[in-house]
């Protein structure tokens, strides 16, 4: 949120096994899907959300995904695709449309380029100097070097690397090497962007990456957050792929309202996951979200699917796994807030 944590480290998203949907919900959903990763990567791409290699590519790169269904009447399981790092552009590869630097092949200095790769393959490796180094020097980066596969293999690591630090300098990183400044004028000129659909996905998340980095944060979740009602699927999923950098405490009741009212399994899932485990929320803010989805283990209109999201979610959140108990999950967050 990509090679997500929701996927590759704990098997993400998972299924109630009690959950079986009606033909028509299964037939319904796998229309969406379709249609959000062949239309429309953004939608299913990016998670804690990942960098685009040049051309496109969101949200961590390799997009995420949806659900696994199972469908007991015509035999079969819809296993959701990889959910896009961050994010993201994770082990996927898919590229997310519009998304590109600004940063001319002229205009590239060499042996910056050749430094930023290696204190990028560095944080990838979980170096917290080079994350320090990264957040003090990136911004001289920022019209001298571009994005290679290798710079945005090496950022979608460090977006799922537990440690925010890390994913900090990711983000700072992102921005400079696709030539947005951290100020009022890169402010300006993604919100220039949003204009243009087929850069739209990539402007959110650079909206998302700017307000993480302190330009504007209100202004620019109030801009985030205009897209969350959009009436096409991706666009709403991008715009909580963005709010998820942002990671402001304004940001979570906006995410909880997309998990909880969205009419699409893919917004749906976005949601969740940066409340869980993607995204730039700390700890605190997660357990702030952790509240509303233990309340709503007993709500009878959770929808089987969101259930499992919201079991997924606590799972990840606290540690524990207590199933469906939900008094033993009321129990826990008592405990532990």
């Known amino acids: 949120m990509p090679f997500d944590p929701w996927h590759s480290q704990v098997g993400w ?17 796998l229309a969406e899907i379709e249609k959000a990763s062949t239309s429309s990567p953004s939608a299913t791409t990016n998670t804690p959300i990942g960098p685009a290699a040049q051309g496109p590519t969101f949200f961590r790169s390799v997009p995420p995904l949806l ?13 959701g695709m990889n959910f896009a790092g961050k994010h993201l552009a994770a082990s996927s590869g898919r590229s997310m449309p519009g998304r590109r630097g600004v940063v001319s092949r002229s205009a590239v200095d060499t042996a910056m380029q050749t430094e930023a790769e290696q204190l990028l393959q560095r944080l990838a490796s979980d170096d917290s100097s080079a994350a320090d180094q990264i957040l ?3 911004a001289q980066w920022t019209g001298k070097t571009q994005r290679t596969s290798n710079a945005t293999q090496w950022i979608t690591i460090a977006l799922n690397l537990p440690a925010l630090h890390a994913r900090e300098a990711a983000v700072q990183a992102e921005l400079a090497l696709d030539g947005v400044a951290q100020d009022d004028s890169g402010l300006r000129a993604m919100e220039q962007a949003m204009g243009n ?7 959110l998340w650079m909206l998302g990456a700017l307000g993480n ?13 205009s897209y969350l009602s959009d009436p096409q699927v991706d666009v709403r999923a991008s715009a909580v792929n963005g709010l998820a950098l942002v ?26 996951c940066a409340l869980a485990e993607s995204g730039m929320y700390t700890h605190e803010q997660r357990m702030t979200a952790a509240a509303s989805l233990v309340a709503w283990l007993d709500d009878s209109l959770l929808t089987g699917q969101q259930r499992a999201w919201t079991l997924q979610a606590l799972h990840d959140i606290s540690g524990q796994n207590f199933g469906p108990d939900s008094a033993a999950w009321r129990t826990w967050y008592e405990g532990a807030r």
């Open 13 to 29: 998203p998972k299924t109630d096994p009690e959950f079986k949907p009606a033909d028509e919900d299964v037939i319904r959903t």
């Open 67 to 79: 659900f696994f269904a199972a469908v007991a009447s015509v035999g079969l399981a819809v296993l």
């Open 136 to 138: 003090g020097q990136s």
């Open 197 to 203: 659909p087929s850069q739209r996905a990539w402007a």
């Open 213 to 225: 980095r302190g330009v504007d944060p209100v202004h620019v979740a109030k801009i985030i957050g």
């Open 247 to 272: 990671g402001t405490d304004e940001t979570i009741p906006m995410m909880l309202d997309r998990f909880r009212n969205d009419p699409s399994p893919v917004v749906q899932e976005r949601a969740a």
